[in-house]
């Protein structure tokens, strides 16, 4: 797996991956050499399919932000095609999370804005302080969200939220977002958010890897699909995973009313 970055930060501590953008600086902003190194990172992650990591943490350096946005700098003198080339690179890492075989976890501490709220969207689920704060503000600066914000936000909090959301490019505080189910949980302090998430990560610890695995891609394919298709997915994952080791441990473990050694197999 690639270590050598320095936009980002990523360690395995105790079965949990903790990855951090680390440009505290500029308040953790999205510029071509944080999405190449997240691109990089994630891709590693998949192709070297591992369940001895649980999930992976993801937050932003300091407390003022967990991503600002895109790097606006960067961004001010762009051509059409490097524009193009741009919001390809942030999208193809939002899928990237969203194609990773174990759950990220959003803490959200500070300023998600623009490309921060799109990348928090991608992972699985947002937990976030009372400091959070959420937005698509890019209508602001006569552009429109890049990298998956018009098609992830309506998914998130319904499509006529989501419309005002964008096209006003307010702000969301973290009660608002809460209440609209953008974040599950709101927290105190980034440090009790932290203990949330692996408090999640230490009850999936005693589920089935490979059950996690097949009920994230069910959901993220349901997403583009009708509802008979989705339920059609479902069903076909569901009958697969009765040909699976942890399927076949889980229900005998029950039936001996014993605690389950799943391999994610």
């Known amino acids: 797996m690639s270590t050598n970055f320095e936009t980002i930060n990523y360690e395995v501590k105790e079965g949990v991956g903790y990855l951090t953008i680390n440009r505290e600086k500029a308040l953790n902003a999205l510029n071509s ?6 691109k990089t990172l994630l891709t590693d992650l998949i192709e070297k399919k591992s369940y001895e990591t649980k999930g992976i943490i993801l937050t932003g350096a300091g407390e003022k932000a967990f991503i600002a946005g895109a790097d606006i700098k960067e961004m001010a003198d762009m051509t059409v095609d490097q524009a193009k080339e741009f919001g390809e690179l942030g999208q193809s890492v939002t899928t990237l999370f969203e194609k990773l075989h174990i759950p990220v976890i959003a803490c959200v501490n500070g300023f998600a804005l623009g490309g921060g709220c799109e990348i928090a969207m991608s992972c699985d689920f947002i937990y976030a302080t009372n400091s959070a704060v959420f937005g698509q503000p890019e209508v602001k600066l006569g552009l ?17 939220r989501a419309r005002e959301i964008v096209y006003t490019g307010r702000n969301m505080k973290a009660e608002e977002a809460h209440r609209v189910g953008l974040a599950v949980w709101v927290f105190e302090s980034k440090e009790d958010m932290i203990k949330g998430a692996l408090n999640a990560f230490s009850m999936m610890s005693k589920v089935s890897p490979l059950a996690i695995e097949t009920a994230k891609k069910v959901m ?20 697969n995973i009765f040909g699976s080791e942890d399927m076949k441990e889980g229900t005998k473990a029950f039936m001996e009313k014993r605690a389950p050694n799943f391999t994610g197999k």
């Open 33 to 38: 050499q944080v999405l190449t190194e997240l």
């Open 220 to 239: 993220n394919d349901g997403n583009d699909l009708t509802v008979e298709q989705g339920l059609q997915c479902e069903l076909d994952q569901f009958a």
């Open 144 to 160: 429109i969200p890049g990298f998956g914000g018009t098609q992830r936000l309506s998914r998130y909090i319904g499509r006529n």
